[in-house]
Each structure stands twice: as structure tokens, then as C-alpha cells.
């Protein structure tokens, strides 16, 4: 029987290390105004949600306390208990200029909106 154990807490391991590769999944929408990026983070606490903001990338720390009874369970590890993933952002904002104008997380669900710069000038066609 510790052979299968052995087995199952291997998948398990493997599975995390997949999960925290896709994981977590982001939308971004892209308005005149702001770009929206929503992050599904369930099973989190907003206190142990980090954001950081450095010219263009966006980075995203989190990280779940495990009571060390639940650990020891046949199978574990399904969900990530660490999130550490870095994302470009659609958008060009240059260092020293970065700004969220609002970040709410609700029922496990993280919303940023960030403002867009326009960067360029409208032509006019004749």
C-alpha cells in the first residue's frame, strides 16, 4: 500500500506543477479607457494576494497557509497553494508611470482596471 501512496502523492506533485504553469486563468479586455483583467485566484485570501505593477508586466504573488493535518492526506496539492506567475500586458506603460485605478476581489475572483495612455496622435483622413 505505500507503493500506491507513493504513486498518488507523484501525481499529485506533477498535477501542481501543471497548475502552476496555466494557472491562474486571466481575461483582459481592452477599452478606449482602461484595460479590464479579471484573475480567477479561488481558495485565496485577499490579505495573501500580492500585485505588482512594473512598466508593462504585471506580477502575481499568492500563497495559502496549509494546516499541516490537511497535508497529510492521500491526495493533495490539486489546487496551487503558491502562485508566482509574471503576464505582459497588452498595453504599453512606461516604468515610473504605472497606475491601477481600481483592484476588488470578490468570491475569488480578482478585477484590476488599469488605465490606458494614448500614445500616439488621431489622423484625420481627407
Known amino acids: 500500500m505505500g507503493l500506491v501512496k507513493e504513486v498518488?502523492?507523484?501525481i499529485g506533485n506533477k498535477s501542481r506543477e501543471f497548475y502552476e504553469f496555466v494557472l491562474?486563468?486571466?481575461?483582459?479586455?481592452?477599452?478606449?479607457?482602461?484595460?479590464?483583467?479579471?484573475?480567477?485566484?479561488?481558495?485565496?485570501?485577499?490579505?495573501?494576494?500580492?500585485?505588482?505593477l512594473c512598466g508593462d508586466i504585471l506580477s502575481i504573488k499568492a500563497q495559502k497557509i496549509i494546516d499541516e493535518k490537511e497535508s497529510e492526506s492521500l491526495v493533495s496539492n490539486q489546487r496551487p497553494n503558491i502562485i508566482d506567475k509574471k503576464i505582459?500586458?497588452?498595453?504599453?506603460?512606461?516604468p515610473g508611470e504605472e497606475k491601477i485605478e481600481s483592484a476588488k476581489y470578490e468570491n475569488g475572483v480578482l478585477t484590476l482596471i488599469i488605465p490606458v495612455t494614448k500614445t500616439g496622435k488621431n489622423i484625420s483622413i481627407e
Request: glycine share 2%; net charge negative.
Open 88 to 94: 505582459r500586458l497588452p498595453i504599453e506603460i512606461k
Open 24 to 52: 491562474p486563468p486571466i481575461d483582459m479586455h481592452l477599452n478606449n479607457d482602461n484595460l479590464k483583467v479579471t484573475i480567477d485566484l479561488p481558495g485565496f485570501m485577499k490579505k495573501d494576494i500580492e500585485l505588482t
Open 8 to 10: 498518488i502523492k507523484e
